[in-house]
């Protein structure tokens, strides 16, 4: 990226930040659920809960995650070690959201509950992890939560609940629960961890997501997969090395909240603070 590019899009998105209302935001995102529990591993839980089944809109996403929530109680990282199997199959039976099942459930707070069990947090767990980059301890954070499951194959909607980076997908969702855990803290992110470097994050890209930042020049690839994430966090990351996904909050809530609605807009686009960078025709 060229230095007066790189200047643009900095200045621009910073305009971008400082316009965000993020307690209005927060109330409209599903890391709301995260911030009602106060001790770090519940905290964790409940992240990696909610962002597992942030796919649809934001309402049925927050619905969705309160459902597994609520039955582990204020404190779930404690009532997930007292739960035996049968308790978690019992409380999550007939469990639907879009393609998740009860079943699909039971087997991520199984694996969670066997981290827990063995590292005390999810924190400590994803720093046991081996591998040289976020990307490879990533993936064998996943499959060790895939580990502790109850049925004896990877079935397709827990694999779609807690998908592997490994694999070249985007893994939306779990650089999500990364963004929550390693960033911060601050109004949004909560910065839980210590193993994990905010600087070490990949954008967890969505559709939505992927075109915004292909308007403004973040990025170029049409297909939404790990290498398009890949390239949008390397652009990110030279906008701010120690904290790349900065940006991504208010990125993200230009979709949700109908700012950015991926075409002209005489209602729409002059509003927009990207509009001076944006290439959309």
């Not at 601050?186 to 915004?212: K, N, Q, V």
Request: glycine share 8%; charged share 35%.
């Amino acid at each position: 990226m060229k230095e007066a590019q790189r200047e643009l899009l900095k200045v621009t998105l910073e305009v971008l930040l400082e316009q965000l209302d993020a307690s209005e935001r927060v109330s409209n995102d599903p890391v709301e659920l995260v911030w009602k529990y106060e001790e770090k591993a519940d905290r964790e839980v409940a992240a990696l809960c909610a962002a597992c089944v942030a796919y649809g809109r934001v309402a049925l996403v927050k619905d969705a995650g309160e459902r597994i929530m609520e039955p582990l109680g204020l404190n779930p990282a404690q009532r997930l070690l007292e739960l035996d199997d049968e308790d978690l199959e019992a409380l999550y039976d007939g469990y639907v959201y879009r393609m998740t099942r009860g079943e699909d459930v039971v087997d991520l707070l199984r694996g969670v509950r066997e981290l827990l069990s063995e590292h005390g947090t999810l924190d400590a767990a994803y720093g046991a992890q081996p591998g040289e980059t976020h990307k490879e301890r990533a993936s064998n954070f996943v499959q060790a939560i895939r580990a502790g499951r109850k049925r004896d194959t990877v079935e397709r909607g827990f694999k779609y609940l807690l998908s592997d980076p490994g694999d070249g997908s985007t893994s939306k969702r779990l650089h999500l629960f990364f963004r929550w855990v390693a960033r911060g803290p601050d109004e949004i992110d909560l910065g839980l961890w210590e193993t994990l470097d905010a600087s070490e994050l990949i954008m967890p890209l969505d559709t939505h997501t992927s075109r915004i930042c292909r308007y403004i020049g973040l990025g170029s690839r049409k297909s939404v997969d790990g290498k398009a994430a890949d390239e949008i966090t390397e652009s990110l990351r030279e906008l701010d090395p120690d904290d790349p996904l900065r940006f991504d909050f208010a990125i993200c809530h230009l979709g949700i909240s109908k700012g950015c609605i991926h075409k002209r807009s005489e209602e729409h686009c002059p509003k927009c603070p990207l509009e001076s960078i944006c290439t959309l025709e």
